[in-house]
C-alpha cells in the first residue's frame, strides 16, 4: 500500500520510481523536495536536506513504516529547509507559480548599507 506524507516543501512516498511511475514498496521511501519550486537551492542546500533525510529515515529503523512516522520525517525537514533559508543558503524563487513565503517573509538587502 502506498503511504506518503505532504508538507509545503516536502513530499515521502513509500515507494520507488520505476520509469515514470511511482510503485509501492514496503521498504524503500522516495523524497521529492521542493516539487512547486517555490525556493532557489545550491546543490549544497539540496545535498544536506538529503543528509538529514537519510539521517532521520535510520532513526527510524525497525519503527513502523506508517504515516505518523513520515509525517515526522517531512515536519523535521520543513525545519531543516527554515534552517537553511534563514541562513540565506536558499532562497524564495520570485519566479514561482504562486509566492507563498510560509517561511517568513524574504530577506531584502538595503541600499544604505
Known sequence: MLLKS???HVRIFTAEIKG???Q???SVLTLDVDPDNELNWSEEALQRVYRKFDALV???AGSDLNEYNLRRIGSDLEHCIRDLLQQGQVSYN???RVLNYSMGLPQVES???
Do not use: D, I, Q, V
Open 6 to 8: 505532504t508538507t509545503r
Open 20 to 22: 515514470n511511475e511511482l
Open 24 to 26: 509501492p514498496s514496503n
Open 58 to 60: 535510520e532513526s527510524y
Open 94 to 96: 520570485l519566479n514561482a
Open 111 to 113: 541600499g544604505e548599507s
